[in-house]
């Protein structure tokens, strides 16, 4: 971001004069596209900066020192493909990866796949989250990979549709790169899974007689990864499944890893939990800005048929990547009475991995993002800023910015790392929750 801003900087010294327009309202006209950029953080950021020091900032490059780290300035092509991707129309073959040296972890070394979107092609090639890849191969060209640059370089080098295999400690796996629409949520029982699939717009429930052994009878566990495209009418449908054709007593939600999303996909899956209560239309947010004022976003309606029955039972899988829309949908939860904190289960992670990922300072504790951020367009140029605009409070009144949600109110589960392949974790909550 540092870098893309100073160069961003560097271009407003020669910038034509033009208008500027936010995406919540007009403002008066400004003359060059620095002058938007300004008056735009002056009169929407949710705290006041010293003009002096703003100024400074942008023109060294600094932006990221005087703004936080998810504010951001996009180009018109850059934020067509951000709302492109969080409509969940995505690029490429899905995982998220990174390079993890010998002697780290027992777990092995090499490319490990943190996770696999989706309806995307690698999850179609059946990889999953937790594996390691140890080679790249396209025809007779195999590549031994030393770093995360090596296997992001043969990926991005591969001409869309062309097939490769991704040589794993779980087997060969042939996929290629393509355009595809993720899918966001996965339900399991003892005995089955339920996922989706698109093709050209469609979607189909797939679903495999292969379940997650450590769940007792009548339990389900549902996997929500971002608050983005489709989720909600996915989750919606899961909820059908578990009441109508599995008939569960007991869910447990997973929102591990899960770093958040748009406001209204969380105030529409709060309105699945919220519906047999009778509380859509109640409170699921309060934004407050710096100004006093403040805008409630409503928990919103639900299909009668897809809600979660008043009184089940439910629990809640967090750790340090929980954030944002997640950490507001456990809000409406325990606001709700849905769940309380004792129904939170956080993970603790042993020191390889803490140190690892640098985040001893998140142990035992979500992640803490109780702010909310808007978009604001440059009507001429289409540039657009992402900003901080507000603090975030539950319904209860709580803001958990900076702060989380953490072992002293919660009960914490031992991990052996972010993801493991067969989650060891989730059988060791399973054991606790349901000894309860």
Not at 31 to 57: C, F, K, M, R
Not at 129 to 158: C, I, N, P, Y
Not at 333 to 358: R, T
Request: proline share 3%; charged share 20%.
């Amino acid at each position: 971001m540092k870098m893309k801003i100073k160069k961003f900087a560097v271009a407003l010294l020669s910038a034509c004069a033009m208008g500027a327009c936010f995406m919540c309202g007009c403002v008066a006209k400004a003359d060059t596209s620095y002058d938007w950029i300004i008056s735009t953080i002056v009169q929407n950021y949710y705290y006041d900066i010293p003009l002096a020091e703003l100024h400074e900032g942008i023109m060294q490059g600094g932006v990221s020192s005087v703004l936080d780290i998810y504010s951001d300035y996009y180009t018109k092509e850059e934020y067509a493909k951000v709302l492109a991707s969080n409509s969940g129309n995505k690029d490429g073959i899905g995982v998220s990866y990174s390079f993890i040296p010998e002697g780290v972890t027992q777990m092995g070394s090499g490319v490990y796949v943190s996770s696999v979107v989706g309806g995307s092609p690698a999850y179609e090639s059946g990889l999953r989250k937790g594996t390691f890849v140890e080679a790249v191969q396209a025809g007779e060209e195999r590549v031994e990979l030393h770093s995360s640059e090596d296997f992001s370089g043969f990926v991005s080098s591969m001409p869309f549709g062309e097939d490769f295999t991704l040589i794993t400690d779980r087997g060969d796996f042939v996929m290629h790169t393509a355009n595809y629409t993720a899918s966001y949520c996965t339900l399991s029982t003892s005995q089955k899974t339920y996922s989706f699939a698109y093709s050209k717009g469609v979607r189909r429930t797939v679903e495999e007689d292969e379940g997650l052994s450590c769940l007792p009878e009548g339990a389900a566990y549902l996997r929500l990864d971002q608050f983005y495209g489709n989720a909600v009418s996915e989750f919606a449908e899961l909820i059908r499944i578990y009441n109508d054709v599995e008939k569960c007593t007991s869910l447990i939600l997973d929102l591990r890893g899960n770093g958040g999303g748009y406001v209204d996909v969380m105030c529409g899956i709060s309105g699945i939990f919220a519906g047999q209560l009778n509380k859509t239309g109640s409170c699921a947010m309060t934004a407050r800005y710096k100004n006093g004022s403040s805008t409630i976003f409503p928990i919103s309606p639900a299909d009668a048929t897809r809600t979660f029955p008043a009184g089940g039972k439910m629990s809640v899988l967090a750790d340090n990547g929980t954030a944002s829309a997640s950490e507001a949908l456990i809000g409406v939860l325990i606001s709700l009475g849905v769940i309380d904190y004792g129904d939170v289960y956080i993970s603790d992670f042993p020191d390889n991995y803490l140190e690892f990922s640098h985040t001893q300072l998140k142990d035992c504790r979500t992640y803490g993002k109780g702010i909310m951020q808007s978009s604001f367009s440059n009507r001429d140029t289409g540039e657009v800023l992402k900003l901080t605009t507000a603090k975030i409070y539950w319904p209860n009144g709580t803001c958990i910015h900076d702060v989380g949600l953490t072992a002293e109110n919660c009960p914490t589960v031992a991990a052996d790392w972010n993801v493991t392949y067969s989650d060891e974790q989730l059988s060791r909550a399973v054991a606790v929750i349901y000894a309860r």
